[in-house]
């Protein structure tokens, strides 16, 4: 099958997707009659009238499959550019963004001695021997869709421009000018407003956004600023920056969060409130560490539709969710949610309080600090500073005639003891520990110096919780699980091994990764006259783990053991995050 040399036309594609029995000669009539769309890539045009793929029904030929059909056709690889992966830093070395854009090019990789650009015009030549020349790398061609090339090229571009920009106007020196920014009393730190670092925090957020990000690092080293970002729970590098670059950036991000620019010597926090680009508003939470190299800066993003998850789409379900709903219908009493950090306990209790926060009651939060702000709450954040601490928070609560508290972390036997308190006088009380599983909370109650008799009396139940990857729907394929992995799942219980689970592949929807967004697991502990009876000072954990495992409770594990069975995820990420299974 031969196409025309050069750039491709409308009429030659669709002859060959003719040829190629992938459209008909009636689909072919019907689309010279629609017309051409003026300036646009051939492969545009054809995806853009939504032509049924002949030889898979009910499909149609989208741009990428277009484009994936052409690579074989001209025998070059496919490449779906994921722009995690693209050198950014690079681009300019390869290639200008003018010759890139004549061309059609987009630079991917490179290396020592090789670099690889993407086209989408596959049979125009004559540019390869120019960039050999000028790079002294071999060329790797590939394939990709004209809507990728275009895009990234331009933003990755002009990216590009914005750090060389930056970089020539930003003071050098780095670590060392640091206390001479403050000697010389430069609070409003021009370099942070420049155009060129204001063009890179837009794109950093704005990327940060369409890559489903949770948490943004930026973190400064010797001569690079390193920015990560955390997706689906596993950290990604996505660029570097130079040092000074990286400096300004951050000082620009604590403009934006009201933070003090010139105070660079001690953690700070703050918050940043903007748009995705398909206009909702998010909030971002900073903080910044004062590190060897410069300031640190960690901003967590807060999915807006969080607070509008039911339960069910946070995974609970079966015995978990009965047990969760019967504990938080109760009039008074202490809920805990335990978990290490990022593990779902805010978005839990968030929307938890949520479905609770009714026009008959009045829900009120103590947190450090506040995560998303929400109306239906009445939220408090503590203030250590001027010595508002979790337990004077509860105590200021306590006469705001509250129906439910939501207390952000018992730390310390004060705040353990207003919270019972709470409890005592018919609140319900909902709060967050540090333990590795549901028993061990009542235990770290203990430990505080909280009296048995107390803990019994106020302890409706403890969730431990985790949050396991999930597999993406597009791509898994079904696998089978070893006996041994199976056993580690599941010990100490006996549970039928699944006919069949599946595995991560890796496709487009999930940028190759196999895995799409999480779920959680759960532990839940209801506590129940047999073991309340259990619950005294010095008791040990591990009694009242296997006597709540004799009343119904389910592992960590075990529950990870039954989403793999479904389906939903599989044996190595639930091993990953769960401790392992005691009895």
Request: aromatic share 6%.
């Amino acid at each position: 099958m031969n196409f025309l040399p050069g750039k491709l036309q409308f009429d030659d594609v669709l002859k060959q997707l003719e040829s190629a029995g992938r459209v008909n000669a009636e689909q072919v009539a019907s689309a010279r009659m629609k017309g051409q769309g003026q300036g646009r890539h051939a492969i545009e045009q054809i995806a853009a009238l939504q032509l049924e793929d002949t030889q898979n029904p009910g499909r149609k030929l989208t741009s990428s499959v277009l484009t994936q059909w052409l690579a074989d056709e001209v025998g070059m690889p496919f490449e779906h550019i994921d722009p995690l992966k693209v050198d950014v830093e690079s681009l300019s070395s390869v290639m200008s963004f003018e010759y890139a854009k004549r061309y059609h090019l987009l630079p991917l990789k490179v290396s020592e001695d090789r670099v690889q650009i993407a086209t989408c015009e596959p049979l125009v030549t004559g540019w390869e021997d120019t960039i050999e020349q000028v790079t002294r790398k071999q060329i790797d061609k590939v394939v990709s869709t004209p809507e990728d090339i275009e895009r990234f090229s331009l933003e990755f571009y002009s990216l590009n421009r914005s750090v060389s920009g930056a970089k020539g106007r930003t003071n050098s020196g780095g670590v060392g000018n640091f206390e001479q920014l403050v000697e010389l009393g430069n609070m409003s730190n021009p370099d942070a407003n420049d155009e060129h670092i204001v063009n890179i925090v837009d794109w950093l957020f704005q990327y940060a956004f369409d890559q489903r990000a949770s948490d943004i690092h930026i973190e400064p080293r010797r001569d690079y600023s390193h920015i990560r970002f955390r997706i689906d729970g596993i950290l990604h590098t996505v660029y570097q920056l130079p040092i000074q670059v990286g400096l300004a950036v951050v000082s620009r991000i604590k403009i934006l969060g009201r933070m003090n620019i010139a105070e660079k010597r001690k953690p700070l926090d703050g918050r940043v409130k903007t748009k995705t680009p398909d206009g909702q508003e998010v909030e971002l939470r900073l903080s910044t560490l004062p590190t060897a190299f410069g300031e640190k800066l960690v901003m967590r993003i807060f999915d807006p539709e969080v607070l509008l998850k039911g339960f069910d789409e946070l995974g609970l379900a079966d015995e978990d969710l009965k047990h969760w709903r019967s504990m938080i219908r109760q009039p008074n009493g202490i809920i805990l949610v335990t978990g290490p950090t990022g593990s779902g306990k805010t978005t839990t209790l968030y929307s938890t309080l949520k479905s609770l926060a009714t026009s008959e009651v009045n829900v009120c939060t103590i947190e450090d600090p506040i995560e998303m702000v929400e109306p239906t709450f009445n939220q408090m954040q503590i203030q250590s500073s001027i010595g508002l601490h979790f337990a004077d928070g509860v105590r200021a609560l306590m006469r705001q005639d509250p129906d439910i508290i939501m207390i952000g972390e018992i730390r310390d036997l004060e705040t353990a003891q207003m919270a019972i308190q709470a409890a005592l006088t018919g609140h319900l009380v909902l709060s967050t520990v540090h333990t590795n599983d549901a028993p061990s909370a009542i235990t770290r109650l203990l430990d505080l110096g909280v009296p048995g008799y107390l803990v019994k009396s106020t302890v409706l139940g403890v969730m431990a919780q985790r949050l396991v990857r999930t597999l993406c729907p597009a791509c898994k394929q079904p696998a089978e699980i070893h006996d041994d992995v199976w056993q580690q799942l599941v010990r100490p219980w006996s549970a039928t091994k699944p006919a069949r689970a599946f595995e991560p592949v890796g496709c487009l929807e999930c940028r190759n990764t196999g895995y799409i967004g999480r779920t959680g697991v759960y532990e839940s502990f209801v506590m129940d006259e047999t073991l309340s009876e259990l619950v005294h000072d010095g008791c040990d954990p591990q009694s009242l783990r296997k006597a709540a495992i004799k009343r119904g409770m389910l592992s960590l594990r075990l529950s990870g053991a039954r989403k793999v069975a479904s389906g939903q995820t599989t044996p190595a990420e639930v091993l990953r995050v769960t401790p392992e299974a005691r009895q």
